[in-house]
């Protein structure tokens, strides 16, 4: 995708992930600084949004983020296939990569909404003694997911590459393996 914003600017493609900061910055700052103040003083009595409730609205932000990923992915991957990129994974697709950026900014606030949801509920819910260790559990339990996925993306790459055919996980995001031979 075109990453320019001027003629002389573009951003770096590993910049893309700031949207994600970003939008998770302003979110927390917006709710305790200027909402959870408003609300209280229209209903006169403190306000705040259940943890659970949180981190629900979280896990649904997450999924409306990929529903707009998806979106993107096949606007960007019929553009491509349109504009004769098939075979080139190198291309640059005639489409602005800021198209990613509500993704990312709803990726944002779902961390917003359910991670930090989650850490208040350890503190709020769980005994004094077992509230810190179940906030190391949380951080290690995403550090053991993010590696068990990368050893299943492997996996699959492996297998599915077998005998010359087009792995599942090619370089080519535009190209799509209709069949394969390896019974997956």
């Known amino acids: 995708m075109d990453r320019h914003l001027t003629k002389k600017f573009q951003i770096p493609a590993g910049s893309y992930g700031m949207f994600n900061i970003i939008s998770l910055a302003l979110w927390v700052i917006l709710y305790d600084r200027a909402i959870l103040p408003m609300a209280s003083k229209l209903k006169g009595k403190p306000v705040r949004i259940g943890v659970k409730l949180r981190m629900g609205i979280g896990l649904f932000l997450t999924c409306m983020a990929m529903v707009i ?37 709803l990726n944002g606030l779902a961390e917003a909404f359910t991670a930090i949801g989650q850490t208040e509920f350890f503190y709020s819910e769980l005994p004094k003694s077992m509230s810190s260790i179940a906030a190391a559990l949380f951080g290690l339990g995403l550090a053991v997911a993010n590696l068990l996925a990368s050893v299943v993306v492997s996996i699959i790459d492996d297998i599915t590459s077998r005998g010359g055919e087009e792995s599942w996980v090619s370089s080519n995001i535009t190209k799509v393996v209709l069949t394969s031979t390896t019974g997956f």
């Open 69 to 105: 990923s998806a979106f993107v992915e096949n606007s960007r991957r019929r553009k491509a296939i349109r504009e004769g990129f098939l075979n080139n994974p190198q291309a640059v697709v005639n489409m602005s990569a800021l198209w990613l950026v509500p993704q990312f900014g």
